[in-house]
């Protein structure tokens, strides 16, 4: 049984579709009833689905709100995390657990590799941070996953705001100076349940603990992404504005953003034979699957 945690998120919707698909046994679970602020709730969770591994895909992602709400980005990616891995080592199971491309500063001009060190620039990266830190300080099995740029054909992310304001504005301002990598939350999934079909099969290798990142393939900037969305939406007739591409001091944030978060997926290739599609092979889907849901009529009582 693997228990799936942030039901309700992209990732973890993803990962319960997936799962199902593979027919892999599941349960996933998300706020209120499984809620890292409320650490009596992670144990019944745990405790009522006995897993036999551990996909732990909730967090807290509020960027900008983390900067004035370090409570509850600690509980949801350093204290919370941490006691799910504390459970994990107790029960002997396997933890997979979801991390960022924000513990970096972005300042190393290359794609990072897990053994860089990490210096994140605001409260939601230095969560993170830590939360990776006390979890590989316990003696659970775990594996933690970096990804970046997350997105999918439902929740909010940076492609459906995309779409949405262009239906709104003949004109957008998008950050050009800030590069990474677009990751499609399913790619992410079937990565992480790869993983985990393995791990349900063969023994526990010690080499398996640790960092390992995991995003699509390809770069790009925000005003490339955007930029692609728009071209691949034109053809489905949705309008498609005009695009300034603006540097980050034009568009100031409560928090700082790494203005270079590439991640080398190298490690997980050769450890696992994992390499996920380029960014422009998944997006196509995605954009299509957002304009349909979007444009349905509101349902009527």
Not at 85 to 111: M, N, Q, W
Not at 241 to 258: F, L, N, Y
């Amino acid at each position: 049984m693997i228990l799936i945690t942030g039901a309700s998120g992209q990732l973890g919707r993803e990962l319960a579709l997936g799962a199902a698909a593979r027919g892999l046994p599941f349960r996933a679970v998300g706020r209120p009833a499984f809620d890292f602020e409320a650490p009596e709730s992670v144990a019944a969770c745990f405790a009522a689905a006995t897993p036999s591994l551990v996909i732990n895909a909730a967090a807290y992602t509020a960027v900008d709100a983390a900067e004035t709400n370090e409570p509850a980005a600690r509980a949801g990616n350093h204290t919370g995390p941490l006691h799910l891995a504390r459970l994990c080592e107790a029960a002997g199971i396997p933890l997979l657990h979801v991390s960022t491309d924000y513990v970096f500063d972005g300042a190393k001009g290359a794609p990072y590799v897990e053994t860089d060190p990490t210096n994140p620039t605001g409260v939601y990266g230095a969560t993170k941070r830590d939360g990776e830190e006390a979890i590989l300080a316990t003696g659970a099995q775990a594996m933690i996953f970096r990804t970046a740029w997350v997105y999918a054909a439902h929740g909010k992310n940076f492609c459906r705001t995309m779409l949405g304001a262009a239906r709104r504005l003949p004109a957008l301002r998008v950050v050009a100076d800030q590069r990474g990598t677009p990751t499609a939350a399913a790619d992410l999934a079937a990565a992480l349940l790869t993983v985990a079909a393995r791990l349900g099969t063969e023994a526990w290798q010690p080499a398996w603990r640790g960092l390992y990142h995991a995003t699509n393939q390809g770069e790009t900037t925000w005003h490339g992404f955007a930029t692609e969305i728009f071209r691949l939406s034109a053809a489905q007739g949705e309008p498609q504005p005009e695009v300034t591409a603006i540097a980050t001091s034009d568009w100031p944030t409560p928090a700082r953003r790494p203005a270079d978060s590439r991640l080398d997926g190298t490690k997980l290739r050769d450890i696992f034979g994992i390499t996920l599609p380029t960014w422009q092979t998944s997006l196509p889907g995605i954009v299509k699957a957002l304009i349909a849901l979007d444009s349905k009529p509101p349902v009527s009582n």
